[in-house]
Nanobody, 130 residues
Framework: QVQLVESGGGLVQPGGSLRLSCAAS????????IGWFRQAPGKEREGVSC????????YDADSVKGRFTVSRDNAKNTVHLLMNSLKPEDTAIYYC???????????????????????WGQGTRVTVSS
């Protein structure tokens, strides 16, 4: 089955860290641009961190800059989102997405609608609370 599956979400205290994973099956992730998005209750979906496989650009939202880092593990066909110094306002469902078109990371992070992507995961919940 061709899909993306996120994992690694959970409950963490403010100031803590989590590493989310996005595993691909049925296709090879290193040929795709990757986006991480989140949606908090009652809020619009926002692009968190994106990187383009076509031009190598990366983009991080101002709200997570310096705290979140995206990395690839090509051997495991998986992308990770390492989240440090977590805040209560980081509470949301986090989604990963993959696209094969040549798009800059800045543009990718504005593609908040799932149909714009080739693949979109089911999401993993992150709760930051004491």
């Amino acid at each position: 089955q061709v899909q993306l599956v996120e994992s690694g979400g959970g409950l963490v205290q403010p100031g803590g860290s989590l590493r989310l994973s996005c595993a691909a099956s049925g296709f090879t992730l290193d040929n795709y641009g990757i986006g991480w998005f989140r949606q908090a209750p009652g809020k619009e979906r926002e692009g968190v961190s994106c990187f383009s496989s076509s031009d190598g650009t990366t983009y991080d939202a101002d709200s997570v800059k310096g705290r979140f880092t995206v990395s690839r593990d090509n051997a495991k066909n998986t992308v990770h989102l390492l989240m440090n110094s977590l805040k209560p306002e980081d509470t949301a469902i986090y989604y990963c997405a993959a696209v094969s078109r040549d798009i800059t990371a800045f543009t990718m992070c504005r593609m908040t609608s799932a149909p714009l992507w080739d693949y979109w995961g089911q999401g993993t919940r992150v709760t930051v609370s004491s």
